[in-house]
């Protein structure tokens, strides 16, 4: 990924001569004295210190503009903004946006139209995968922070075993729909006497496919769960009571052992996963994983974007902090190699180096290439952001936990299950 300590200082090197121009040019203060700069005031729950790098780059070529951030806990952002909305107080000129609140935040519709004058965002060079979830009413809101494309991390012991193979693209192309990894996982429980499983449990698969789909699960506050939801639970169901996967919910204790036990094939990654998840949680299985595009395309896992409230003090400051930031090759190459994150701009994928690194950890595989070159490209469609996103997803989540205790259960029960409580929680009417 990195290209270097030289090539990046050289780099930097470029930028501060640039802002060194800029500023004796226009005659504004330098870099190191900001004290008559516009303040963007950042709403997140991303700590500074986290950022500094980044926004230490930003300052090269914007001396006139100072950026600092305000700790919101994701989970109080909404109450937050509705508060001062309502009490008429000032508001952040850049609010943090994560992806299960997003529609929430959104319906609020105090955004400004990146996309119009005086902004101008250059919209043909967003990533086509983020167009559902960084849009509002027709609005281009927001710039993703880092895109969660996602494909499934595998066991390479587990492909060569049973699928002769542990090449990605091989592997790929032998599972390209979700009915060849089922019946893949029938000969996987066949050959290891029940042993060995597509993934730890229901709800890893239950993610990957939920989000494959671009059909909403309400429609106009009524249930679309017929469209959107009876097809994911009908492989579901499938999977659970022939103990293709495991019964291991994710993010817990067991879910954490079973990258060390090593009979569970495949787990959901997107790009921050090689680093927070699978390193974290097995430092000791180096080499015994591989990247792959799952069937059905990958999928965005996740996700945060960032938008100015259009009653923001300093609009257009913001603006140049989160297009330099987000939407930028210059904010790329800093966010790529401070942060490790993957942009929504476009052009930076022409490259075809620009993301690259081998990884010892992942066999020796190019996975950040791969994320770039292999799965972005067979994106699938997503779904826009809703309102009543998080409340629909807890919803569903409980079916496919009490579906992970019970494979008894019929796909049925389970829509009868998820109708009822969307009604018991004043989702929908009947």
């Known amino acids: 990924m990195k290209k270097g300590n030289v090539v990046k200082n050289v780099f930097l090197l470029f930028l501060m001569l640039a802002g060194f121009v800029s500023v004796f040019a226009n005659g504004e203060q330098d870099a190191g004295d900001r004290s008559d700069a516009a303040v963007v005031n950042v709403w997140t729950w991303e700590p500074q210190k986290n950022q500094q790098s980044v926004i230490d780059d930003f300052y090269t070529t914007h001396p006139g503009i100072e950026v600092s951030f305000t700790a919101v ?24 946006m994560e992806r299960g609140q997003r529609g929430s935040l959104l319906a ?20 086509d995968c983020l167009e559902p979830v960084s849009y509002w009413k027709g609005k281009l809101v927001g710039f993703e922070v880092s895109p969660p494309m996602a494909g499934f991390a595998y066991r390479r012991d587990l492909a060569l075993q049973y699928a002769g193979t542990d090449d990605p693209e091989e592997l ?12 893949f996982g029938r000969k996987m429980k066949a050959e290891s006497n029940g042993k060995a499983f597509l993934f730890p449990g229901v709800d890893d698969a239950y993610f990957a496919m939920q989000t494959q789909s671009p059909e909403p699960f309400l429609i106009d506050g009524k249930s679309n769960m017929d ?3 009876r097809p994911v639970m009908e492989r579901l169901v499938m999977m659970r009571r022939e103990e293709l996967v495991n019964d291991i919910l994710r993010d817990s ?6 990258f060390l036990e090593g009979n569970c094939m495949f787990y959901p990654c997107a790009t921050w996963g090689p680093t927070w998840v699978f390193k974290a949680n097995a430092p000791d299985t180096a080499g015994k994983w591989g990247l792959m595009v799952p069937p059905g395309g990958g999928f965005l896992y996740g996700g945060t974007i960032v938008a100015i409230p259009s009653k923001a003090k300093d609009k257009e400051a913001a603006y140049e902090y989160i297009r330099w930031t987000y939407f930028s090759e210059e904010g790329a190459v800093s966010n790529r190699d401070n942060l490790g994150y993957f942009s929504p701009h476009t052009p930076v994928y022409d490259d075809l180096n620009f993301y690259s690194e081998p990884d010892s950890f992942f066999g020796g595989q190019d996975i950040l290439a791969f994320f770039a070159q292999n799965i972005r490209p067979e994106m699938a469609p997503s779904r826009a952001a809703d309102p009543m996103d998080s409340q629909v997803s807890e919803v569903i989540e409980e079916a496919v936990a009490e579906l992970n205790e019970n494979p008894a259960l019929t796909v049925s029960r389970i829509m009868e299950m998820v109708d009822d409580n969307l009604v018991r929680n004043s989702i929908i009417n009947r």
């Open 73 to 96: 806990p994701v989970d109080e952002i909404y109450q937050k903004l509705q508060a001062t909305i309502t009490s008429g107080s000032e508001l952040p000129d850049v609010i943090w």
């Open 108 to 127: 609020l519709d105090i955004w400004e139209d990146l996309s119009k004058a005086p902004y101008n965002a250059d919209t043909s060079k967003l990533l």
């Open 172 to 183: 790929g192309a032998l599972l390209n729909t979700w009915d060849k990894l089922i019946e």
């Open 227 to 229: 469209k959107a939801l």
């Open 253 to 258: 204790a067991a879910w954490n052992q079973s």
